[in-house]
């Protein structure tokens, strides 16, 4: 059985650091059981542990996964990450008491879901080892949410530990106060090479398609698996790459940009139209909706006010979603123009694309390196504007412009 950190593909650095900040993790908990004269000797426990933690790294590296796997690490009862224990485990499944996982919803994480979390973290870890709260995209966090986890980290429990997530260490992702409280680990985009070997090893997918989907995913695993196994995706992804063909005017322009934005809310709405449905019938039912009795029209008062809350909470996640669809589109065609670029520049690298390879290569004749670079540029300024918030339909009409007329 792998251990914990099997899963963080390409990143053994982190795992090094990752693993000795268990080992001493583990040592502070004996020697806080142990009376001196009985612990063993070597070591100094705590060297190596600290109580906030930030994983940076592209989309897809394993941020979160990196996360978790040192939660389990210093959950396990052998202080390693076995993987088989049962610390290790339930942090792995999500059910362990003292380890609590935020993942926003929406497009930002609020003070009171922060200062409900800090509240909780807190307290003494019912199993004894540590309090662990891990937050997922840290660089959602509002000014005040990110206030209150400041507090938390600046005055920490004793065995509280925070684990943040964020793109960079940048000060648009994480405010320069709680980086400077926080020991950094940086992962790298992994190798399309190691991303196909664990799509192998651990999905059982078959070694021709695990290249193909690590090439075009770009290094982000869970894209590639998806690519590897979920027609859909590849279909979704082949109407992506479709429209630097389709683009032969304005009005073609006009119409990539339509299909490309419908797609995104197409696959944005697939992905969340379940779960809000589980979540308002859930809801329902804890308010005792239907019911007659006395106090029941209070209750119904109350419940519009909370079903409004959900109902907030659940468009701004498809919002994310939409968002979240549409640039993985962009990263697609991204990867088209920069292998464009690159056979104009005759470099010796193999394309993202292997696909539509011949077709970057026609590009690459047709426009030469500028023309493929400025193409590339459309791309990712077009990313970078929906990213500080322009309307997603004129960022993406303005690309197709760009990409048409070069
Ligand atoms: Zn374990």
Redesign the pocket.
């Known amino acids: 059985m792998p251990d914990v950190f099997a899963d963080l593909v390409g990143q053994d650095e982190a795992v090094d650091t990752l693993r000795r900040a268990a080992a001493s993790a583990a040592a502070l908990l004996r020697a806080s059981t142990v009376p001196a004269p009985d612990r063993p000797a070597g070591g100094d426990p705590g060297a190596g542990m600290t109580h906030a933690w930030i994983f940076t790294g592209p989309p897809g590296s394993g941020r979160s996964v990196a996360a978790r796997a040192f939660a389990?690490a210093l959950q396990?009862?052998?202080g390693?990450?076995?993987?088989?224990?049962p610390?290790?485990h339930t942090t792995l499944t999500g059910t362990h008491a003292d380890v609590r996982l935020v993942v926003p919803d929406g497009l930002s994480i609020g003070v009171n879901e922060m200062r409900a979390l800090v509240l909780r973290a807190a307290s003494t870890p019912s199993g004894g080892r540590w309090q662990i709260v891990i937050i997922e995209d840290a660089d959602r966090l509002t000014e005040a949410a990110g206030n209150a986890l400041l507090k938390a980290i600046e005055e920490p429990p004793p065995r509280t530990v925070f684990l943040l997530c964020a793109p960079s260490t940048h000060p648009d992702d994480i405010s320069v106060t709680i980086r400077s409280r926080c020991r950094v680990v940086p992962l790298r985009q992994p190798s399309a090479a190691a991303v196909a070997a664990v799509l192998v090893r651990r999905d059982g997918i078959a070694p021709d398609v695990a290249e193909w989907a690590a090439a075009a995913a770009q290094g982000h695993v869970g894209r590639a698996r998806r690519l590897a196994r979920d027609p859909e995706a590849r279909q979704r992804r082949d109407a992506v790459l479709a429209v630097p063909r389709r683009l032969t005017g304005v009005g073609a322009a006009f119409d990539a940009a339509s299909a490309l934005i419908e797609a995104a809310e197409a696959e944005a709405a697939a992905s969340v139209t379940e779960i809000d449905e589980t979540e308002r019938s859930a809801l329902q039912t804890a308010l005792g909706a239907g019911g007659t009795g006395r106090g029941a029209a209070g209750a119904m008062r109350g419940a519009a006010g909370q079903l409004k809350d959900l109902e907030k909470r659940q468009k701004s996640r498809a919002t994310r979603a939409q968002r979240d669809a549409l640039d993985r589109a962009l990263v697609d065609l991204a990867g088209f123009y920069r292998d464009a670029l690159t056979m104009a520049l005759r470099a010796p690298v193999a394309p993202v694309h292997t696909d539509t390879a011949a077709l970057a290569g026609a590009g690459a004749q047709k426009w030469d390196a500028e023309g493929a670079l400025r193409r590339l540029e459309a791309v990712l300024e077009c990313r970078a504007a929906i990213e500080v918030n322009v309307k997603p339909r004129i960022a993406v009409e303005a690309m197709m412009l760009a990409l048409w007329k070069g």
């Open positions: 389990a396990c009862v052998h390693t990450g076995c993987g088989e224990c610390g290790c």
